[in-house]
């Protein structure tokens, strides 16, 4: 992250300078030291030879030995830092300019004023010196004669010059440009160059920064492929400095893919980006510019290596090295901020050690709830040595803050990364002078209001805030603690309105999980904050959670939107919205980079590369806003309007959205057309916590064949209690306020509801709480449950047209290849053709990847009886095992690109379909959630293994049942399928009432 090129672009300037002369000195017959030289060898065809191009020349002479006198003046001023060498290198290569010397000797000329405004502003930092550098490096690129041996160095020299500026302004078009600079001069750079080493290491580079500042893993992949490779052609060549330079390199790109994974704790990679580290460290010299790098680059990866796996060594290492570091970089130097801000990240993880918070740093403390976090951090006493080491660790902090100018690259970060040390210190050790409350109020604010930070620090920047002023809401009382929850509010809301950009479609669905993963509960808080409020606020609360929850779900669903009546009035945004839909959901490419040989696009079938993908995503940006300023589409793609949603929703049936959070739980109940509140004082968050890790855990035992009977009946009994507190905690009361007292009278159908649960609260069946043997204190007994993940989801699905005709696929796998038979899946499939036609069913090796996904968008109801793995337990997002899954997973990306108009009902019989990610519980990112996505208003799932057997029984009594309903024959679709599935799960209840893990998995998600 801090590391960045100093020396390392001296180095590479030098020896892109070395070649242009010499490639230039080779065209003229001569070498730089004026003996003759061999032909020139290049990655080109050789350009034809002109009048000019004849050895010997005068003017020419003349013109190459005086850019020879300016290039050896430039490399005199990176030695000696004397202006009076640069300025004369500048006089030299003018002259050169304003002679009439030919395309290549005018290229050469102004490479090397492109070069002294390079130096010149890394050495005194203005702005007006890297402006004309890439300026006059791009003329040097147009000035050079197509195929000229010089020009890849010339387009090297302009890609740092780039990068350069980029960092100081953070401008994409810059970072653009230079990957393409860069990829242009390998590609005429043959493969057994030696400077090919040196290209690769910039190429992975650009790649790199790219990754970092969009949080874009394909980009980032690329450039550790790109520096595997450069690392790899250095050892076969013996460059003892690409060596170096290509292994510290690759040991922070290693340190940023570790940053990222899913599993922190495998410390495997991070292992081996300290060997690199260590290794480009060992062979570099303590007088070497590079050295002060590889110090801080082994600094930073140690520091991750400690947080890994707690070993206290890798800690007293990293703290050791980062001293080396910054005590061997002069104030003057250009990478001293990346030094500083190294410095101040080893102080801060010492500090956190020694007082035993090492939760502040550690990346699974963000599964925490802010209160919960706070709590845990405020509450510890410090002694006086911590204190010391606190205060040190935000002096360190100051000091690299201050080091940093607005604009530059590592701004925000170092930024943060002060204001957290702040806000830190205020809660340990009492309010100081710089960490006065309004101190860091105004900070945060600051922040988290600057356009020119990253959005995730923005987010961060926000949220810490509105914790500030919570904080605040605790110590008072009366007005006073309602103005604090105000502002509160309002820190939340700016970082609720950010939060989509998490979620830009310019990144892969990956980095998108894990961009909103870093903001859980965000929603859940805002909400609970207005429902704090005196008097409550509940409007505000159903807005910030549909805003906040569902974010990736919501774009899914923004591309299927309608625009008939857009395409009436302006045709050409209508199709362009459609193309760029389509294009967008193509499948992801693994990598960055376009493929060498572009294949046709037409029809999708192509996968979308990373850098195509951010074309696409800031096209997609530019239409949104042309028919957003279009009169009478200001609101396309905006969130609905609350007032709106609670009048909608509670209009065809009930609604409640369980919201559960350290400020307070509560349900948000529509019902009717009106919206209320109902604090629920029996749910506390950290006892939901250790409540449903219980019960995630008591699954387990109770499901598995492994265990003692007496261990599974213990856990089955321990599932029933927990099933009772949900009763009494959550179910009970919400089903009272709507009015369920009680089971339905005279064998009338329980009336319908829809449950919106959040966070922990999701991997709990609402629909089967309740009291054993109690009659009528249950929710099967009382209501007709479906699932829903936003109100908003349920609207739009709510709109879907029923299809005028039905037809049925069924998918069937009682043989998986390496899977556990299914013995009843095939009868499944039979018994399902007793009561409605199937039109097509695919068995044995006919159910597969590709057979499937051609299937589904032909027919509206499909049934599928195979094994799954969940998206809590695969990489993949969750995927349906087919017969070729060893080769080809069916994913949750897979289903959800689908576009199926007429899809209605899915019926998903397979384990833990609906269970997703902790980090994830708010945004549906589970195999349920896919379908639905795709098009099915309707979904049969799980939540959690199912029994073969049972699953059996459960889908034989749902089509006995769904097919008998008068909207079944009267060709109104699946309307009864919410209905059809509460009968045959009461039917397996009756059975088994002591084993709901046997009937209480099924739930039905949808409309």
Request: aromatic share 4%; net charge neutral.
């Amino acid at each position: 992250m801090f590391g960045r090129r100093g020396g390392k672009r001296r180095r590479a300037k030098r020896r892109e300078e070395e070649e242009a002369l010499a490639a230039l000195m080779a065209l003229f017959g001569t070498g730089p030291d004026g003996r003759p030289a061999g032909p020139p060898n290049f990655g080109g065809p050789t350009p034809p030879a002109g009048p000019f191009r004849t050895p010997g020349s005068g003017s020419s002479d003349e013109a190459i030995e005086t850019i020879g006198r300016g290039e050896q003046l430039h490399e005199m001023f990176d030695v000696t830092h004397e202006p009076r060498h640069l300025d004369e290198a500048v006089r030299l290569f003018t002259r050169v300019l304003r002679t009439a010397a030919p395309g290549e000797l005018r290229a050469a000329a102004l490479n090397g004023l492109g070069k002294c405004g390079w130096s010149r502003y890394e050495r005194f930092g203005r702005r007006a010196d890297i402006d004309q550098a890439v300026a006059h490096l791009r003329d040097a690129v147009a000035a050079a004669p197509p195929y000229h041996p010089m020009v890849p160095a010339c387009r090297a020299n302009l890609t740092g010059a780039l990068v350069t500026r980029w960092s100081a302004a953070t401008g994409p078009a810059d970072l653009d440009e230079a990957i393409e600079e860069i990829r242009t001069a390998l590609r005429y750079t043959p493969s057994g160059d030696p400077i090919r080493v040196s290209r690769l290491n910039t190429l992975a580079s650009v790649l790199k920064s790219k990754a970092e500042a969009y949080q874009d893993s394909t980009a980032l992949g690329e450039a550790i492929r790109t520096l595997e490779e450069s690392l790899s052609l250095a050892r076969a060549g013996g460059q003892r400095g690409g060596v170096t330079m290509a292994a510290s390199n690759l040991a922070e790109a290693l340190r940023m893919h570790h940053a990222w994974a899913r599993d922190k704790k495998d410390a495997r990679t991070l292992a081996r980006a300290a060997d690199l580290a260590r290794e480009a460290l060992a062979g570099t010299a303590q007088t070497h510019p590079t050295w002060a790098r590889f110090q801080s680059n082994l600094s930073l990866v140690l520091q991750d290596l400690y947080r890994a796996r707690g070993d206290l060594r890798d800690l007293t290492a990293a703290v050791s090295a980062s001293r080396s570091a910054l005590a061997a970089t002069p104030r003057s130097h250009p990478n001293r901020v990346e030094r500083l801000a190294a410095h101040a990240a080893a102080t801060r993880a010492e500090f956190e050690h020694a007082a035993g918070l090492r939760h502040l740093s550690d990346p699974d403390a963000l599964l925490m709830p802010l209160p919960e976090f706070l709590k845990l951090t405020f509450s510890q006493g410090l002694s006086k040595e911590n204190r010391d080491r606190l205060r040190a660790s935000v002096r360190a902090a100051e000091e690299a803050a201050a080091a940093t100018p607005p604009g530059h690259v590592m701004h925000g970060i170092i930024q943060t990364h002060l204001t957290s040390a702040r806000f830190a210190e205020a809660g340990l050790s009492g309010a100081s002078r710089s960490t006065s409350p309004r101190r860091l109020a105004d900070d945060l604010d600051s922040s988290a209001h600057d356009t020119t930070l990253a959005v995730r620090l923005r987010v961060y920047a926000a949220r810490l805030l509105a914790a500030l002023w919570m904080l605040k809401a605790m110590s008072e009382s009366g007005a006073r603690a309602h103005r604090a929850r105000q502002k509160a509010q309002t820190a939340f809301d700016l970082a609720l309105e950010l939060m989509p950009r998490l979620s830009t479609q310019s990144l892969p669905r990956g980095d998108r999980e894990r961009q909103l993963g870093q903001s859980v509960g965000l929603a859940r808080d805002a909400a609970a904050c207005s429902l704090s409020l005196l008097p409550p606020d509940p409007y505000a609360a159903l807005r910030q959670l549909e805003q906040g929850r569902g974010v990736m779900l919501g774009q899914a669903l923004d591309a299927r939107t309608d625009v008939t009546e857009l395409r009436a009035r302006h045709p050409r945004l209508a199709d362009r919205y459609e193309e760029l839909c389509r294009e967008l959901d193509r499948p992801e490419a693994a990598g960055f980079s376009p493929p060498p040989l572009a294949a046709d696009v037409s029809h999708g079938a192509v996968p979308l590369p990373g850098e195509e993908r951010h074309a696409l995503a800031a096209q997609w940006d530019d239409l949104i806003r042309t028919v957003r300023d279009t009169p009478g589409f200001s609101d396309f793609l905006q969130p609905p309007d609350p007032v709106r949603m609670a009048a909608e929703a509670g209009a065809h049936g009930a609604v409640a959205v369980i919201n559960v959070s350290a400020l307070g739980c509560h349900a948000l109940l529509l019902q009717h057309g009106r919206l209320r509140s109902l604090p629920l004082p029996r749910v506390h968050y950290d006892d939901l916590l250790r409540r449903s890790g219980a019960f995630t855990e008591n699954l387990r035992k109770a499901t598995g064949t492994g265990l003692p009977l007496t261990e599974q009946a213990a856990a089955q009994q321990d599932i029933v209690r927990t099933l009772a507190w949900l009763w009494e905690a959550v179910a009970e009361p919400v089903l009272d306020v709507l009015g369920f007292t009680g089971a339905p009278l005279d064998g009338r159908t329980p009336p319908r509801m829809w449950w919106v649960p959040t966070g922990p609260l999701t991997v709990l069946p609402l629909h089967a709480a309740g009291l054993p043997a109690t009659p009528g204190a249950n929710t099967l007994d009382r209501v007709v449950s479906s699932y829903t993940t936003t109100v908003r989801e349920l609207l739009r699905a709510r709109t879907r047209p029923s299809s005028p005709t039905r037809r049925t696929l069924a998918v069937a796998l009682r043989h998986t290849p390496g899977a556990a038979e299914l013995g009843r899946a095939e009868s499944e499939a039979r018994a399902l053709a007793q009561h409605l036609p199937v039109e097509l069913t695919l068995t044995g090796p006919r159910a597969n990847h590709r057979s499937v996904l051609d299937a589904l968008p032909r027919h509206t109801w499909a049934h599928i009886a195979c094994h799954a793995v969940s998206a809590a337990d695969a990489d993949s997002g969750g995927h349906l095992l087919l017969h070729d899954h060893a080769e080809h997973l069916l994913t949750t990306a897979d289903i959800a690109r689908l576009r199926l108009d007429r899809a209605e009902l899915a019926y998903l019989s397979a384990c833990d379909t609906l269970r997703g990610r902790a980090a994830l519980a708010d945004e549906a990112m589970h195999i349920t959630g896919a379908f639905h996505t795709a098009g099915f208003t309707q979904v049969i799932g799980t939540l959690w293994p199912v029994d073969d057997e049972e699953a059996a029984e459960i889908a034989h009594h749902f089509y006995a049942h769904v097919t008998t309903d008068p909207a079944f024959s009267s060709g109104s679709g699946a309307v009864g399928a919410a209905h059809a599935l509460h009968e045959a799960v009461r039917a397996r209840r009756e059975q088994n009432p002591d084993t709901p893990t046997l009937w209480g998995a099924h739930v039905h998600y949808g409309a």
